[in-house]
């Protein structure tokens, strides 16, 4: 996955004039309010008309308040709401480790000890 910093968002003036206004401060999570995206991610647009950027919600606000994301990393919601956009329910991880992390199937397998009829799954079986 490709990286983001902080030197392809625009100003602090416009993302606190047109970012934070779109996100719903809760006890727990902070919900994008704007856009969604494919996969029920927030998404958010900015710059001049016929010329804007595309990012996601959550990544924008990483990079805002902790840090640029580094290219082959990516934000996992620890928090497992896709439209948060907290900083600290997002962990810098590889795709492994965020597809591991997740419910998919994948996941699933990854922590399967025997196969369904009940053998052991080992190295030496598999």
């Excluded at 902070?30 to 998404?43: D, E, K, Q, T």
Aim: charged share 20%.
């Amino acid at each position: 996955m490709r990286g983001l910093t902080r030197a392809e968002l625009p100003s602090n003036e416009t993302i606190d004039r047109l970012f934070w206004p779109h996100v719903e401060v809760t006890d727990h999570c902070w919900l994008w309010s704007a856009s969604v995206i494919g996969g029920g991610y927030g998404g958010w647009q900015y710059g001049p008309h016929g010329s804007q950027r595309h990012v996601s919600a959550h990544r924008c606000s990483y990079v805002v308040c902790v840090a640029d994301i580094p290219s082959g990393l990516v934000l996992d919601h620890l928090c497992k709401v896709r439209l948060c956009v907290r900083p600290d329910h997002l962990d810098l991880v590889t795709m492994r480790e965020n597809v591991l992390r997740g419910i998919g199937i994948t996941a699933l397998n990854a922590v399967k000890t025997e196969c369904k009829h009940g053998h052991p799954l080992t190295p030496d079986n598999i």
